[in-house]
């Protein structure tokens, strides 16, 4: 499934920004007189490597200049170069099995060789084919093995290009929170003079914040990609960014300045000949005008965006514009001809069936089960339907794409856990080390005091004072530090429960065929993660952040459960739930006990009440619901202590014992019906998270 208008934003491995000066230096250099010939192939290559994004026509002849002349010379090493060349020109040409062909000759080369670094650049130029191509999985494994040798020879661009390109592999397949990881990741690489890799990335955000429907955000971004294009003279990727701005705009209704910047970006893909780019650029002003019931201009430029697509071969993109085409066709603002829609439909089916394509075959079935009704041909109008229905299923149990999902996300998980718990165990083996220090410190200084004695039992006593409470205070802030990476390792493990949790409830309504249900909870999901990997890093937040993020994690419990779940909060006079300061994730453990221990049992709907009291040296928090109940009132006893309560417990300790005094404490009651927890805090904003 390829997002419309998708823009791959990425390099094709160590492209220099070169301008159209530096492009004449290097023509200049070829016409010096009694140039050697090896010269003369490394000028050929250079040319055609940058001239790719400017005019892949003449890359091509200068890849072909330095491949005869390399070959002539027995050059190995400049033979693959020029082979290399000719993919990246042919892709930017839209000619993807050709590039891959030449990415896959090059391969093998390097690997013959031993080239590391070349073997990374193959791999992610083949990853870039295989992406163009659907094939995600594949695309991915392509840039992690780039990725891992760019990262092991210490290559900066190459490194961040690889992580912009597993990005929109992750853009594609609307993972936005992964991708936006990616990307802003690579962006934190980046330096002021890589104007190319800044380009890309903008545009790429761009995305992202279009697919949110944060239509200024991207907007701004597109922007700033299409001022650093323009400033270097990158005319491919210039005309790429002002396309994808048009989209924004189109969605906000701006249409007249859509279409100028669609007819912009159409004038630069003649110049360079992309037709790809030609037939998408003629698609979006096909569906401008279409949308401005203008059905004349809207057939004109659909059709000259078919003839592309089916000059370059391209039935994907061919079967979804004969669609637009049918639809124009059945339009109420045009001279309506269901015969001639009805025909574009079959073909735009039999193209998609070709391509393989679950989304466009999808559209197509939909698309002649309206028509045939409209015809009066109920009969095959049926079967149309129930073929469509059977896509719809299809799209929604992929298993090759839930299988690329769970196996991405377990193992981002996977790693994370390791490594936080890689870190915890460190920073553990080296206090103990400074530990065992400080007491061997202390044991001369006790040697050192016993060999004073002799010259006096006041010098003696005194410095055993003083030795002595250096080493409690040591011991003490050990201990300190110790609970405060026990409870960083307690975050780590909760992350990955509840996650798993969710995406299997997420999962089913994918399964029940109810997207948009999936993507609003989807949306909710990603949300809270976000909020749980910040609130990770940090000793405090606010009440009312908290309780922001709590809500999202009961619209998602509600949902596993399939039953209503309210969440009330009650504030008394004076309470400023935005200054309240707390530990980040106190209170969704108590939320996960009242749900999974009170109202999951229950037959009625949940209701779940937070109530915040100001008292004179203390604030009250009051969390209740109307569960079925628990034990009578006492303090927590450790045989019914659930993982959640246990994790509060341990933090309340934990914190108690760093302010010196009990700052915190927690009780709970028995209700008829349900189920209350009291967690009192000692003088607010005044105890040490930290």
């Known amino acids: 499934m390829k997002p419309l208008l998708l823009f791959i934003g990425f390099l094709l491995m160590a492209l220099q920004a070169f301008s159209q000066k530096q492009i004449d230096s290097l023509r200049n250099q070829l016409a010096i007189p009694g140039i050697h010939d090896s010269i003369r192939v490394d000028i050929y290559n250079d040319l055609s490597f940058y001239f790719a994004g400017v005019d892949p026509k003449i890359g091509l002849n200068y890849s072909d200049s330095a491949f005869i002349l390399s070959s002539n010379l027995g050059l190995t090493a400049k033979i693959t170069a020029s082979i290399n060349n000719r993919g990246v020109n042919y892709w930017y040409q839209g000619k993807d099995s050709l590039a891959l062909e030449a990415y896959q000759v090059v391969l093998a080369a390097h690997q013959k060789s031993g080239n590391r670094k070349g073997q990374a650049s193959a791999m992610n130029n083949m990853a870039l084919i295989k992406y163009n191509q659907g094939d995600y999985r594949g695309a991915l494994e392509n840039h992690e093995k780039a990725t891992s040798i760019f990262e092991e020879m210490g290559l900066r661009k190459n490194s961040i290009n690889s992580q912009m390109n597993t990005g929109v592999v992750f853009l594609a397949l609307a993972d936005y929170p992964k991708a936006l990881e990616y990307f802003l990741k690579a962006l934190s690489q980046t330096e002021d003079q890589d104007i190319w890799e800044r380009g890309n990335l903008f545009t790429n955000l761009g995305l992202i914040h279009k697919n949110l429907n944060e239509f200024g955000e991207s907007e701004a971004y597109h922007r700033k990609a299409i001022e650093l294009y323009r400033k270097e003279g990158y005319k491919q990727m210039e005309a790429s960014s002002m396309g994808n701005l048009g989209a924004v705009l189109q969605l906000q209704g701006k249409n007249e300045e859509a279409g100028k910047l669609f007819f912009e970006a159409l004038a630069l893909n003649k110049e360079i000949g992309n037709k790809r780019r030609i037939a998408s650029d003629f698609t979006a002003l096909g569906s401008l005008y279409s949308e401005k019931k203008d059905i004349g201009n809207a057939r004109k430029y659909l059709d000259s965006a078919a003839h592309f697509y089916t000059e370059i071969g391209e039935k994907l993109s061919l079967s979804t514009v004969l669609l637009q085409l049918a639809n124009l066709e059945k339009s109420e603002f045009g001279d309506k001809n269901l015969s001639k829609a009805l025909e574009l439909e079959q073909k735009a089916l039999s193209l998609a069936q070709e391509s393989e394509s679950l989304e466009a075959q999808r559209s197509a079935w939909k698309a002649l089960a309206e028509t045939q009704k409209e015809l009066g041909q109920y009969q095959k109008s049926l079967e149309s339907y129930?073929?469509?229905?059977?896509?719809?299923?299809?799209?929604?149990?992929?298993?090759?794409?839930?299988?690329?999902?769970?196996?991405?996300?377990?193992?981002?998980?996977?790693?994370?856990?390791?490594?936080?718990?890689?870190?915890?165990?460190?920073?553990?083996?080296?206090?103990?080390?400074?530990?065992?220090?400080?007491?061997?410190?202390?044991s001369l200084y006790l040697i050192g005091i016993v060999a004073l004695i002799l010259l006096g039992g006041g010098v003696f006593w005194g410095f055993r004072y003083h030795s002595r409470n250096k080493r409690l205070k040591l011991e003490s802030e050990f201990r300190a530090q110790v609970a405060e990476l026990e409870l960083k390792a307690l975050k780590a493990q909760m992350n990955p429960h509840f996650i798993f949790n969710a995406l299997s409830s997420i999962s089913n309504f994918l399964l029940k065929n109810q997207p948009q249900e999936a993507d609003r909870y989807l949306t909710r999901f990603s949300r809270l993660i976000r909020r749980i990997l910040e609130f990770s890093d940090v000793k405090e937040i606010s009440l009312n952040e908290e309780i922001s993020l709590l809500k999202d994690y009961i619209d998602i419990e509600a949902l596993r459960l399939g039953k209503k779940i309210d969440f009330e909060v009650i504030l008394d006079d004076g309470v400023d739930d935005s200054q309240l300061m707390i530990p980040p994730l106190l209170l969704q453990p108590l939320v996960e006990n009242s749900i999974w221990h009170g109202i999951a049992p229950s037959k009625e709907d949940g209701l779940i009440t937070l109530k915040v009291h100001q008292q004179d040296h203390s604030c009250l928090l009051v969390l209740r619901d109307n569960g079925t109940g628990m034990k009578e009132f006492v303090e927590i006893p450790e045989k019914h202590q659930s993982m959640g309560m246990n994790l509060v417990k341990n933090r309340l300790e934990n914190l108690n014992f760093k302010n010196g005094e009990d700052a915190l404490s927690i009780l709970w009651k028995n209700l008829s019906p349900g189920f209350e927890v009291q967690l009192t805090i000692t003088q607010p904003n005044s105890i040490k998270f930290t």
């Not at 856990?417 to 065992?436: H, R, V």
């Open 386 to 442: 129930q073929m469509f229905q059977a896509f719809q299923d299809s799209i929604f149990n992929d298993e090759n794409e839930k299988k690329l999902l769970s196996l991405q996300i377990g193992h981002e998980f996977e790693t994370r856990e390791k490594k936080l718990t890689a870190e915890f165990e460190s920073e553990k083996q080296l206090l103990e080390l400074e530990k065992e220090s400080e007491q061997l410190k202390a």
